[in-house]
């Protein structure tokens, strides 16, 4: 699995457009997902749009669930875990030290 920041640069408050059906479809959507493990966390942005930490398997799964869902406008940034991230670091300084003869 892969973990995403999936972000609105919409200026306008989308959910003022939606009837209460809609706006209670939509909690219920976020909700289902979070249930599953599928979205990690949402939020709306003061001045509009929103941002959700996800998890997908993939680039190509986000991109398909996100066509499927019908939303667009977002800003799509995968995130990486910094305990892996740093130990890539050190094992690639002591690879490039041991060449070096150090």
Known sequence: M????????????????????????VKAKIQEGIKKG????????????????VNAESHAT???????FGVGGFDVTPLLDHAPLIDAHLQQRAAAAKAAGK
């Not at 919409?10 to 479809?25: C, I």
């Not at 599928?38 to 930490?53: E, N």
């Not at 986000?62 to 499927?68: D, Q």
Request: charged share 25%; no cysteine; aromatic share 8%.
């Open 2 to 25: 892969a973990i995403f920041l999936v972000e609105s640069k919409r200026t306008m408050f989308h959910l003022n457009r939606l009837g209460p059906e809609e706006l209670t479809a």
């Open 62 to 68: 986000l991109a398909r669930k996100l066509r499927e």
């Open 38 to 53: 599928a979205i990690i966390g949402a939020w709306a942005k003061v001045g509009g749009g929103s941002v959700f930490i």
